[in-house]
């Protein structure tokens, strides 16, 4: 493992999910600072308590889960209004998180993306290859991508989407630690979703970070890199292999070494 000295790491995910990637920072040396730019909050469906949309549930194939949060808030949501998956329903995960939270929740995991984690390789998945005429629940956030939805729905699936959260930008942040990052030699900003990306540019500070072309910008996917690109970002993307801490973490270690390299570099000039 590459050594993470006196490398700052600002890490943008929601409080529930920064913590194993927080860990593995620190453990490797680093400096993880932990700077949540968006508040996870569960939402209700008025559609749950339609009998037609209850129906759909209860006739559900095959079930998808986008996220970690959505399995969280979607089946406590689904408890609530006293509606379960059926015994013979499918499950699919976005990837290995969502995966295991789902077998914690205990219900069996059909498949899951092993490489990369996005729409695209869950819509790649077998499981989704003969989908005509099966009814299919997407478990998301509000306002997310409908590639899934949209896909599946050319496929002849019949599709039936529960949103059950949605992503608000946090309130009372401390910007300071912005200006701070400003002056480092070795930092870097991570981003694993493109509301992260739009929740930290509309802070104080966030300009000053943008402009800094000694910060690194660690992202989880190419469309996230082309939206840091497009807001003006000065500093060098770089695109992790997946959303996964482990994955996040091997691509900072590279950025570590190489910035290691280049200041080695001009120091001997």
């Known amino acids: 493992m590459s050594d ?22 620190q453990q490797a040396g680093g400096n993880p600072v932990c700077f949540s730019v968006t508040k996870i909050t569960p939402i209700d469906s008025d559609h749950l308590v339609e009998p037609l949309f209850r129906e759909n549930i209860a006739r559900t194939d095959l079930a998808i889960f986008v ?14 209004h006293g509606l379960a998956l059926p015994a013979d329903c499918k499950t699919l995960a976005v990837g290995p998180g969502t995966a295991k939270l789902i077998e914690q929740n205990r219900l069996k995991v059909h498949d899951y993306p092993k490489a990369q984690f996005n729409s695209e390789t869950l819509l790649a998945l077998p499981s989704l290859d003969q989908i005509e005429g099966k009814h299919v629940l997407i478990v998301r956030g509000l306002g997310g991508r409908e590639k899934i939805a949209r896909e599946l729905s050319i496929r002849k699936a019949i599709v039936c989407q ?21 002056r480092e030699k070795k930092s870097a900003i991570v981003f694993t979703s493109v509301s992260a990306v739009d929740h930290f540019v509309m802070l104080n500070n ?5 402009s800094a072309p000694n910060l690194s910008v660690l992202v989880s996917s190419d469309r996230i890199a082309a939206h840091c690109s497009s807001l003006g970002f000065k500093g060098q993307v770089i695109v992790a292999d997946n959303a996964g801490a482990p994955a996040i973490l091997a691509a900072l270690e590279s950025v570590s070494v190489a910035t290691s390299v280049n200041n080695g570099i001009k120091n001997h000039d």
């Open 162 to 182: 529960l949103p059950c959260y949605e992503r608000l930008p946090s309130k009372d942040l401390d910007t300071s630690v912005l200006s701070t990052f400003c």
């Open 67 to 80: 996220s970690p949060n959505a399995v969280t808030f979607g089946i406590k949501l689904l408890e609530k």
């Open 4 to 25: 993470l000295k006196n490398f700052s790491v600002l890490l943008t995910r929601p409080e529930n999910q920064i913590e194993e990637l927080r860990q593995l920072i």
């Open 206 to 210: 966030a300009k000053n970070l943008m």
